[in-house]
């Protein structure tokens, strides 16, 4: 049972020292708060952390849903205490909300992230196309997953409005409701594999949930009438076994991802744009009316989006904001050269007023 949720000879081999002190290994299947539930080899547990532990890990080593642990089981207790935490596979970060200053551990060792937008109401190709670049510095595979297809009368728009953002990431159109889509879903979560739910409030993440596991382990609620926004249902995260031997991570809607460094991951999502900005005539030029400009004459003739351009300068820009804070030594140059590219632009482009938030 306990092997089925994705343990591996990498994660035996860092568990080995733990193993000597006589600790169990054991995946953070739910966590709410400093209250973590785990699958060990004695079955579920519940767990806090060993105070030593919660003193001394920063912020963000401290464990999340998807997490690999070493623990004190107490299994008479029904109880264990997390005294390490195993090297985490993959990693999905975001700046804490609000004051943007931390970084927030979203979920770990992850494999797939299903970026659920729903067809019928909210669909924002922008975020999702935020939601790729944030998933692929996680090093997980995106996958594209847009909802309630038998609530949408032309869902070709809004997928083919996907794809182009998607660079790579497949793309599924699919109803938990008529089941449509919902195979293609369930053979992309191999047995073993970690995949989590990621998206707005009300898309219907618990709904597909529950329609992979085949029953209802997730609450859902309908989305609220007047601005067909969702009521945040779920409100922890919750990793769930699916028959198929596959796992799914559950999470409560969020508006916005945000960004954590994403440098390679966002290389990856707008590789077209770097790959026309390496034809430019000058080496340094700055896409600002400069002669032999490849991004101007792309925009010029619409083979490159002027939405898609405004994207890439706006992760720019969150990029050299975090990148200020993060660590000022290590501010590049090349990243306060878009930010000033992006600025010529939009003075460029000013008095068409397109107005900059996405939401
Ligand atoms: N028509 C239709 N409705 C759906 C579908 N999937 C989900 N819904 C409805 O959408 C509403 C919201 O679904 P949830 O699964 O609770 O959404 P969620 O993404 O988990 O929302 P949070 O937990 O708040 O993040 C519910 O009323 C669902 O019945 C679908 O494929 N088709
Ligand atoms: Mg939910
Ligand atoms: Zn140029």
Known sequence: MFETYGWSETL???????????????????QQRGLYRLITPFGELNAGLAGRFAFTARETEHPVAGDWVAAAARPGEGA??????????????????????????IAANVDLALLVAS?????????????????????ATPVIVLTKADACDDPAGPIAAAEAVALGAEVVAMSSLTGQGLDTVRQLILPGRTAVLLGSSGVGKSTLLNALAGKVLMATQAIREDDARGRHTTTHRELVLLPGGGLVLDTPGMRELGLWD????????????????????????????????????????????????????????????????EDPAMQSEER???????????????EKDRG???E
């Not at 035996?12 to 739910?30: D, T, W």
């Not at 019928?120 to 998933?135: G, I, K, S």
Request: charged share 30%; net charge positive; hydrophobic share 35%.
């Open 12 to 30: 035996q081999n860092a568990f080995l020292p733990h193993a000597a002190s006589g600790l169990v290994p054991g995946r953070v299947i739910v």
């Open 80 to 105: 264990a205490t997390i005294h390490h935490l195993l090297p985490r596979a993959t990693c999905f970060r975001r700046k804490a909300a609000g004051t943007g200053e931390t970084a927030q551990v």
């Open 119 to 139: 067809l019928n109401a909210d669909f924002n190709p922008r975020r999702l196309e935020r939601y790729v670049a944030v998933t692929r510095e996680s090093g």
């Open 262 to 325: 994403t440098g390679a991951g966002l290389s990856a999502t707008f590789a077209d744009i770097e790959e026309l900005a390496s034809r430019c005539r000058f080496r340094d030029c700055s896409h600002g009316g400069e002669p032999g400009c490849a991004i101007d004459a792309a925009l010029q003739d619409g083979s490159l989006a002027e939405d898609r351009w405004l994207s890439y300068g706006k992760l720019q820009r969150e990029l050299a904001y975090l990148d200020r804070r």
């Open 336 to 350: 306060r050269n878009w930010v000033r590219r992006n600025k010529d632009y939009r003075s460029r482009k000013r």
């Open 356 to 358: 900059w938030g996405d």
